[in-house]
């Protein structure tokens, strides 16, 4: 149950698109289309903004989007945000009913 | 709105016990899965249990394993995690969570536990 590796942290200017990358193993992100992302900003709780790989919940913004190729998924913030600085993190289903998150990435807006 | 609120937090020495409630409201508690997730002071998420609806089922990551025990009360809408042998590593933000479709979609506000002598 190691943690999925996320950057420590990615910037961009207003406007900009930024991806944040979670790479697994075989055993976890690679084996399951079960890929979650979350936002917590400082001092709050976690938020779910994809589930299932690239699904969005209600009302988050189509701005996030997510993807996965092989043992790597992916978050994409399009039109980036002063709002959209946060901790971001991936979590995996990692089989037997378990889960591991990512260790997580601080995104800044420039 | 679905909530949910923790408590039972607060400081305890290395080797004693602790337990955790979550009291969850505005959602039909019994048909979904529960999870406790951590997060240690300026660290990242660490999932730390689930149990299934009808609390049947538990799971728990290796680091709690044999020491942390995840429970439901259905009839009084509680979820909570029995922690014994605590550790200094087990200081953190525990926070409860519903489980939906393989992810966590509500989040309570959480609770600190620090364990310290």
């Known amino acids: 149950q190691s943690a999925l590796t996320q950057p420590a942290s990615v910037s961009g200017s207003p406007g900009q698109s930024i991806t944040i990358s979670c790479t697994g193993t075989s055993s976890d992100v690679g084996n399951y289309n079960l890929v979650s992302w979350y936002q917590q900003h400082p001092g709050k709780a976690p938020k779910v903004m994809i589930y299932e790989g690239s699904k969005r919940p209600s009302g988050v913004s189509n701005r996030f989007s997510a993807s996965k190729s092989g043992n790597t998924a992916s978050l994409t913030i399009s039109g980036l945000q002063a709002e959209d600085e946060a901790d971001y993190y991936c979590?995996?289903?990692?089989?037997?009913?378990?889960?591991?998150f990512g260790t997580g990435t601080q995104v800044t807006v420039l | 709105q679905v909530h949910l609120v923790e408590s039972g937090g607060g400081v305890v020495q290395p080797g004693r016990s602790l337990r955790l409630s979550c009291a969850a409201s505005?959602?039909?508690?019994?048909?979904?899965?529960m999870h406790w997730v951590r997060q240690a002071p300026g660290k990242g998420l660490e999932w730390v249990a689930v149990i299934s609806y009808d609390g049947s089922n538990t799971y728990q990551a290796d680091s709690v394993k044999g020491r942390f025990t995840i429970s439901r009360d259905n009839s009084k809408n509680t979820l909570y995690l029995q922690m014994n042998s605590l550790r200094v590593e087990d200081t953190a933000v525990y926070y409860c969570a519903k489980g939906q479709d393989y992810a966590m979609d509500v989040w309570g506000q959480g609770t600190t536990v620090t364990v310290s002598s």
């Open positions: 979590c995996s289903y990692a089989g037997s009913s378990t889960y591991v």
């Open positions: 505005q959602f039909t508690f019994s048909s979904f899965g």
